[in-house]
């Protein structure tokens, strides 16, 4: 500031010299006194030099402030740069100790595997056993590679196996005198692998009981049991709410398979070409809300599959096949119960299937918003049954929706609606064949909706009770003549 004002005074200074100069050097004359005019001019002109100055310094101060501001704003940029920059450093730090955690979680998961893999093929059942519990708990534990330990328990059920043979009490056979050693220890091994198997099924229906919310559920994933043999499993409560579950050729030889009570509310799942000949397999009470279940092709052949109380609300269930290729379900053995069941909504379709021995019974079953069909399909032996008790009743109750048996074939066996009650409805039984066999209405009653055979041809008529005026009741419409 003291340079300021002495560079100030200095120009101020030579302005005046130049000034002088230029004017030639003029003499000044002092008066003997000094007016009040002259005063107040020099006054001024005293005032004016220190306004000048005073200025200059206002500019320098000025000027100083703005170059600290400048100054200080450089600072705090270079600073946030520099805070940045260590951020940055920070967070690639931090990405590569993620990066070196998640290698190394992956290096472990995968030892994990290659153990419980190699457990899986040892040659004694307590090791895979042991092996089976590790995958599954691997497979909670391991999020993004949960549908591949998944499919490495379902692989394991799809590898050849023979049932033990059972004595008729439930026991293993036990070898007579004559049996060689190898027998008996091949029925040991059987055995041993059955209680395997069976742990993989309980283990996987316990995953799908979880909740969707919890972290362990497997809900959604891929389940492949295609050819499969189960002869036991627990399934019983699960929930298939998405993904592709496949049972399609497996084998139900035996035992008792349990998909008791279970939820079907999504995905796909395929039963197709699947073989029932022994056992039982149950799906009583289970819950068909969603998605496709689908049996095309399957054969019932023996033992007994039950749906009873089953809740067919939405979706399609499909035993069905096509009209010109086929594929429908055969059922030749056996009995399959549908007893107690509810059809309210959805599709399900018995189109093509073939019924040619065994019984099949829908009695108790109600009918009331779900579109059942039964077209062309082949009654040729065997009972289906939709009657009920003369005393007690129990036959099926068609009070809604749509059931149609459109071109259905009736050449044999026995397709019973004694004691059925139609109350609401469509049932369709148009230009479907009566050529042989037992088609039985007695003691149905026809209170509402429609059941027509328009266009039906009655070779062997279904029989009716005795209409008092000849005519049939309300709701009941026969081709005419």
């Known amino acids: 500031m003291a340079l300021v004002i002495v560079a100030a005074v200095l120009v101020v200074g030579a302005m005046v010299a130049g000034a002088f100069w230029y004017a030639g050097w003029p003499s000044l004359r002092r008066d003997d006194t000094v007016t009040a005019a002259t005063l107040f001019d020099l006054l001024k002109l005293v005032f004016s030099v220190v306004a000048g100055v005073g200025g200059v310094a206002a500019l320098v101060v000025a000027y100083r402030r703005q170059r600290v501001a400048e100054h200080a704003n450089e600072l705090a940029e270079f600073a946030h740069r520099l805070a940045h920059a260590a951020d940055l450093r920070a967070e690639a730090a931090e990405g590569r100790a993620d990066v070196e955690t998640d290698r190394n979680g992956i290096r472990l998961f995968n030892e994990r595997f290659a153990k419980a893999s190699e457990q899986l093929g040892s040659d004694k059942a307590a090791v895979r056993l042991a092996g089976v519990?590790?995958?599954a708990v691997l497979a909670d534990d391991w999020r993004d590679g949960r549908q591949t330990c998944i499919d490495v328990l379902c692989a394991y059920l799809r590898m050849p196996y023979t049932p033990p043979s059972e004595a008729p009490g439930g026991a293993a056979t036990q070898a007579d005198d004559e049996a060689s050693t190898a027998t008996t220890e091949a029925a040991r091994v059987a055995r041993e692998?059955?209680?395997?198997?069976?742990?993989?099924?309980?283990?996987?229906?316990?995953?799908?009981r979880l909740p969707e919310e919890d972290p362990t559920s497997w809900r959604g994933f891929d389940f492949d049991f295609t050819g499969a043999v189960l002869d036991g499993g627990e399934l019983s409560g699960a929930t298939f709410s998405g993904g592709v579950v496949s049972f399609g050729g497996a084998t139900f030889s035996g035992g008792a398979v349990s998909f008791e009570g279970v939820t079907f509310s999504g995905g796909t799942v395929?039963?197709?070409?699947?073989?029932?000949?022994?056992?039982?397999?149950?799906?009583?009470?289970?819950?068909?809300?969603?998605?496709?279940?689908?049996f095309g092709g399957a054969t019932f052949s023996g033992g007994a599959v039950s749906f009873e109380r089953g809740k067919f609300s939405g979706g399609r269930v499909s035993f069905g096949g096509d009209l010109f290729f086929g594929g429908g379900a055969t059922f030749s053995g056996g009995v399959v119960s549908f007893g107690g069941a509810t059809f309210s909504?959805?599709?399900?379709?018995?189109?093509?299937?073939?019924?040619?021995?065994?019984?099949?019974?829908?009695?108790?079953?109600?009918?009331?918003?779900?579109?059942?069909?039964?077209?062309?399909?082949?009654?040729?032996?065997?009972?289906?049954?939709?009657?009920?008790?003369?005393?007690?009743?129990?036959?099926?109750?068609?009070?809604?929706?749509?059931?149609?048996?459109?071109?259905?074939?009736?050449?044999?066996?026995?397709?019973?609606?004694?004691?059925?009650?139609?109350?609401?409805?469509?049932?369709?039984?148009?230009?479907?064949?009566?050529t042989g066999g037992e088609v039985s209405f007695d003691r149905a009653m026809f209170t509402g909706g429609e059941v027509s055979f328009d266009n039906a041809r009655l070779d062997v008529p279904p029989k009716f009770d005795h209409w008092p005026d000849g005519n049939p009741p309300e709701g009941l419409r026969m081709p005419t003549a």
């Not at 073989?275 to 397999?281: D, K, T």
């Not at 579109?371 to 009920?388: L, P, Q």
């Open 345 to 434: 909504g959805g599709v399900v379709s018995f189109g093509g299937a073939s019924f040619s021995g065994g019984v099949v019974s829908f009695e108790r079953a109600t009918f009331s918003g779900t579109r059942v069909y039964f077209e062309w399909a082949k009654f040729s032996g065997g009972r289906v049954s939709f009657d009920g008790d003369s005393i007690f009743g129990g036959g099926a109750t068609f009070s809604g929706g749509v059931v149609s048996f459109e071109g259905a074939t009736f050449s044999g066996g026995i397709a019973s609606f004694e004691g059925a009650k139609f109350v609401g409805g469509e049932v369709s039984f148009d230009r479907a064949m009566f």
């Open 270 to 294: 395929s039963f197709d070409r699947a073989m029932f000949n022994g056992g039982r397999v149950s799906f009583d009470g289970a819950s068909f809300s969603g998605g496709v279940v689908s």
């Open 193 to 208: 692998e059955r209680e395997v198997r069976h742990t993989v099924i309980r283990l996987i229906g316990r995953r799908l």
């Open 133 to 135: 519990y590790a995958m």
